[in-house]
T-cell receptor, first 117, second 113 residues
Framework: GAVVSQHPSRVICKSGTSVKIECRSL??????MFWYRQFPKKSLMLMAT?????????EQGVEKDKFLINHASLTLSTLTVTSAHPEDSSFYIC?????????????FGQGTRLTVV | SQKIEQNSEALNIQEGKTATLTCNYT??????LQWYRQDPGRGPVFLLL?????KEKRKERLKVTFDTTLKQSLFHITASQPADSATYLC????????????FGTGTKLQVIP
């Protein structure tokens, strides 16, 4: 199946710094990518939808200035956690779809474990 | 608002038995429903998709049913194995212009040898 690569898999950063997470579709073009956040023993919470060449659409309650999303090409979307704080520590996961519509499979990255100290 | 609930946080089952997981949703009529598997520290992996006009879908030892009247999907793993131990997530595709997927709360399945 299609491969989505997410990097880094783990990152530890100091409070107040920014962290960039990359999500790449390796063998297909993804017009839409999604960013999720997952707390321990909780389900995935959709943060934003990233569309190539346009602004990301954020879910209610997600600060767009805090979580900057850039989808510069059909194979790359980035999530930057700006001025990170300990409460931003979480597991962040991206997913990508090759086509449109609910019947197209979503492929997930391996996730990024962010720890802010 | 859309609500997706899975019957239990955790389910323990003896190896060889059939595991049945439940996904209930409210306030929506999805055209599709998906099931994913997630292992600890990893992203979800797609397993099956079932359409609203399909009552049942099978893939190897997996079977999914979809009852749009009850607003419920059942996910079965037959002849369960310890390797099936994982968290299973159901997901609905909310078509609102960008086809985003919303996940259920997940059920952690433990298959005991």
């Amino acid at each position: 199946g299609a491969v989505v690569s997410q990097h880094p898999s783990r990152v530890i950063c100091k409070s107040g710094t920014s962290v960039k997470i990359e999500c790449r579709s390796l063998d297909f073009q993804a017009t839409t990518m999604f960013w999720y956040r997952q707390f321990p023993k909780k389900s995935l919470m959709l943060m934003a939808t990233s569309n190539e060449g346009s602004k990301a659409t954020y879910e209610q309650g997600v600060e767009k200035d805090k979580f900057l999303i850039n989808h510069a090409s059909l194979t790359l979307s980035t999530l930057t956690v700006t001025s990170a704080h300990p409460e931003d520590s979480s597991f962040y996961i991206c997913s990508a779809r090759a086509g449109r519509g609910g019947n197209t499979e979503a492929f997930f990255g391996q996730g990024t474990r962010l720890t802010v100290v | 608002s859309q609500k997706i609930e899975q019957n239990s946080e955790a389910l323990n089952i003896q190896e060889g038995k059939t595991a049945t997981l439940t996904c209930n949703y409210t306030n929506y009529s999805p055209a599709y429903l998906q099931w994913y598997r997630q292992d600890p520290g990893r992203g979800p992996v797609f397993l099956l998709l079932i359409r609203e006009n399909e009552k049942e879908k099978r893939k190897e030892r997996l079977k999914v049913t979809f009852d749009t009247t009850l607003k419920q999907s059942l996910f079965h793993i037959t002849a369960s194995q310890p390797a099936d131990s994982a968290t299973y997530l159901c997901a609905l595709d909310i078509t609102g212009g960008y086809q985003k997927v919303t996940f259920g709360t997940g059920t952690k399945l433990q298959v005991i040898p």
